[in-house]
């Protein structure tokens, strides 16, 4: 009798995961992978940043899931109600049960916009937006044609978030398109964080931090969002210090999925799943593994992640198969474009240990890190391409593998 | 390594004044630690989310964020930011002799 592999969750893990394990398990009879979501579309997650400014048409960052599964994947839309990991049982809706030999847990975040008070009530979807999903980053386009001047903030409700560069990015975008508009001058922007600067680690924080600055754009650190008060059009932070706005941009609190907290011993208290951040397995329970935003890791929630997690998850579920202790490690390697208007971007690339350096990645000849660059603009457009071809149908990209590189760092001037 | 003197010893602490080792920590420095964190009296409540960040500590190897606390330790967020106005996650780790909790990024 062949193996069972489950796959909870069909985007950027799952997928990758699925086509991955596809091209390691060749023979059916040996190994069977099924791969469950809840909806067929497959969004590119990257391009919401763009859609905003009118640089993504929406209808083009959707595509099929299925299509982007390899042929020998066994594919079932369904929603997932609950996991029983005692009997090594999924429960989907509709009464259906999967067992499972190794189940993977690749569900994402969810957004929680009602966990903030006021986030979802007066305002919400007038002059209150998200860019995290696709209707939010489609009325907020519309919002920002019609906005003629004012006070614009952009705010971090909480962490963890996914790509928490991307509110950095639309803020950067934000002062480009709005010079374009050539109302710069008639608008205020700034940019609220719960941290305590632009960035979590020191260095990335002081050149980002320089960026915003070089923008006009305010920096109100430590906020942590307690209320919007959308009718006065107000943020308000659990200590009570309050920033006006005409517009908001918020980036609601992030949990894991639901059925993660209905399923006893799963999740942690926000419903992501505690695996070893170095073999991505959950503790107690050999045969079950984490991959992507679904993780409770102290690791960026980005697609990059995932892609790197994938080369050990894969590795590690073979070893569990074949009765070996796990020893592939994952190292916490994130590598971020992060776009900063005006046709150019910057790299950062770090690890659990290695804060965002200077230097340059791959190698010493590779892309400048923490500084804008044309080349590093080019290289996020490019991701779009790489991700459909490249990293979805899990090929591996030459030269960049799961550890983070060392050589072209700048250590320096950490 | 810096140290504090709290309730009569020295302790060593981080550059942000946090306990580096929490087995130093003895309830009567919370008083103490706590006053220089402009809080004047340490209530039942107070004392709820000390003991919860040592616990918690304890468990998982580092102090829980204040979203996790608002989830868990049976003190709201809005109350937790009323105990400890200065940021109740960092506040209330300094208090219960624990390290600077690590957010997640
Ligand atoms: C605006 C924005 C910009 C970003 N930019 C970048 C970037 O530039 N670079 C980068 O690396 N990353 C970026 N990311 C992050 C990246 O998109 C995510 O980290 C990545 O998609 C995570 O993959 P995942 O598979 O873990 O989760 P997802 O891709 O979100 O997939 C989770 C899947 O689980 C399914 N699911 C959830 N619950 C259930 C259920 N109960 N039943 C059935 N199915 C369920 C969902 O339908 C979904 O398909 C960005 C994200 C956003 C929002």
Redesign the interface.
Known sequence: MGKHIVILGGGTAGTMTANRLCRTYDDRRECRITVVDQDDDHLYQPGLLFVPFGLAQPDHLVRPRPRQLDAAVDYKQARIERVDLDARTVHLAGGIRLPYDVLVVATGARLLPEETEGLTGPGWGEKVFTFYDLPGAVGLHEALERFEGGRLVIDVA???LKC?VAPLEFAFLTDWYLQRRGIRDRVELTYATP?DAAF?KPVAAKALGGLLKEKGVELVT?F?L?EVDGERGRLVS???REVPFDLAVVVP?HGGAEYVERSEGLGD??GFVPVDPHTLQLPGHPAVFAIGDAAGL???KAGSVAHFEGEVLVHNIGRHLAGQPLDASFDGH?NCFVETGFHKALLIDFNYDTEPLPGHFPGPLGLPLLKESHASHLGKLAFEWLYWHSLLPGRELPGIGSAMPEHGKNRASA | MPTTTYAGSAVPVDDEGFFTDPARWTEPMAEQIAKEAGIDTLTDRHWIVIRFMREQYAAKGTGPTVRVLGKTSGVSVKELYQLFPKGPAKTAAKIAGIPKPRGCI
């Open positions: 909480d962490l963890p928490p941290l979590t430590e942590t307690g659990y200590d009570e609190l208290e926000l102290p690791a960026s994130a």
